[in-house]
């Protein structure tokens, strides 16, 4: 981010730039999962904005389908006029991991405010059976910021969190379903399925 600011900024003050991100690819081998990332430099630093979709590929028959996040930056993202200002945001949803069976994908949803502590993560599961995308959170009152690890092993089907409050010297571990229920977990390590097609984020285009 940094070093395309500079670039960007020092020659044309403002610009787009466009970033895929890997692909992960299901365990059926069936589906790719990858996010277009958009950086909307400023020569402000604190002015740009970093936002993102999500596409999951179905590689036989090369459909593709937007994952879209119910998280407040994603959403008012989603929903904004040309007009509105979101500068100063960061939504960014990047692959995580496929369930087993290949039928769930989670992705993390980071959001943030530029030169501010406000920020953390989202769980954003998509089920493929039901075509229905579930934003989920540690319940609120445990935490101010929240780092997404991947599938719980203690809880099959959930979400494992670490979260828990700037400046704490301990985060504490906890498990989230799709309704958003919250259990703690004393010992747990994060599960992640699916192949990375490779480890480069690549620039497909860029617009000015």
Known sequence: MDSTHAKVSSTNGTGLRYYRSPSLISTSGEYAAYSRIELKIHPEFS?????????????????????????PLA???????????MSGTIAIMVPVSWNQTGTRFL??????????SDMSDYAVIWDRHDNYTYTVVPARSLYTHAVLLGWSQVCPGRVLFRAGNLGDRFWP????????????????????????????????????
Request: proline share 2%; with cysteine; glycine share 6%.
């Open 47 to 71: 002015r740009c904005r970093v936002s993102s979709v999500m596409f999951v590929e179905n590689l036989r028959t090369g459909e593709l389908q937007t994952v879209v996040a119910a998280s």
């Open 75 to 85: 959403e008012s993202g989603f929903y904004a006029s040309d007009d509105t200002d």
């Open 107 to 116: 992705a993390r949803e980071f959001e943030a405010l530029f030169n501010s």
């Open 173 to 208: 571990l906890c498990a989230v379903d799709t309704a958003g229920q919250t259990v703690a977990v004393g010992e747990d390590k994060p599960l992640v399925f699916g192949t990375q097609a490779s480890a480069d984020w690549i620039e497909p285009q860029s617009r000015f």
